[in-house]
């Protein structure tokens, strides 16, 4: 089943940003998900596979819910 990301999610990666952050906003939806990084304000296109594969785990959901 694919994960359910909405846009202003707060996400941690398993491999940090070069700039140290490993955490990042989901910006965008659709075939490929945007994410800005919330150290850098960097932003990337990552696909949705690719995405899951780096996930380490939800931070704060789009409603506020913090995980
Ligand atoms: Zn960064």
Same mark, same amino acid.
Do not use: N, S
């Given at each position: 089943?694919?994960?359910?990301?909405?846009?202003?999610?707060?996400? %941690?990666? &398993?491999?940090p $940003?070069?700039c140290?952050?490993?955490e990042?906003?989901?910006? &965008?939806?659709g075939?490929?998900i945007? =994410?800005?990084? *919330? #150290?850098? *304000? $960097? &932003?990337?296109? =990552?696909t &949705? %596979?690719?995405?899951?594969? %780096? =996930?380490? #785990?939800?931070?704060?959901r789009?409603?506020? #819910?913090?995980?």
């Open positions: 089943m694919p994960i359910d990301f909405q846009v202003g999610d707060i996400v %941690r990666l &398993r491999k $940003h070069p140290g952050g490993y990042w906003q989901v910006v &965008r939806l075939a490929d945007g =994410l800005k990084c *919330q #150290t850098c *304000q $960097h &932003r990337v296109l =990552l &949705r %596979r690719e995405l899951e594969k %780096r =996930l380490k #785990t939800f931070v704060q789009a409603d506020g #819910t913090v995980l």
